[in-house]
């Protein structure tokens, strides 16, 4: 079955002659994996960072440590700084960041599992959503995963 979001993502980015990067956390790739099962994906997608840790996020992507120790890795701030850092790093048109918690644990009240701050990085700036999600861990990482090319569409558009 064909991933029709990343189609529509790919056929956006060839038309406009631009390049996406991707900066994952709880997907664990899943992201660049969906654009890259698309043929002629290396014509627009430049490359991906799994930033799992927070020495990951702060080393790879340039997020601010004192942004991690004040908001926490699953955030927007980091969410946005992280898609910021994919986008200078790999010097992409778009960028799109994933942070959560996939569960089934690690979870608070003040951030559930489930909790997903995703971003995408273009060239009027960053958006960021929020997400809670009531699925198993691997629900929760597709359900990011469907998103995050979501908004990536809407920020094309």
């Not at 986008?87 to 003040?110: E, H, K, M, N, R």
């Amino acid at each position: 079955m064909a991933d029709e979001s990343a189609l529509e993502v790919g056929r956006r980015l060839t038309a406009q002659g631009a390049t996406v990067a991707t900066a994952e956390s709880c997907t664990g790739g899943l992201i660049a994996h969906r654009l890259t099962n698309i043929p002629g994906s290396s014509a627009y997608v430049l490359g991906g960072v799994v930033a799992y840790s927070n020495a990951a996020k702060h080393a790879l992507l340039g997020v601010d440590e004192a942004v991690l120790a004040e908001h926490g890795a699953v955030s927007a701030p980091v969410a946005e700084q992280m898609a910021r850092g994919a986008q200078l790093a790999f010097g992409a048109t778009y960028a799109v960041s994933v942070t959560g918690i996939a569960g089934p644990g690690g979870g608070s009240a003040d951030k559930p599992v489930g909790l997903t701050y995703i971003g995408v990085a273009g060239p009027a700036g960053v958006t960021v959503e929020r997400h809670i999600w009531a699925g198993d861990r691997e629900q929760n990482k597709a359900h990011s995963a469907d998103a995050a090319l979501a908004l990536l569409l809407k920020v094309m558009t």
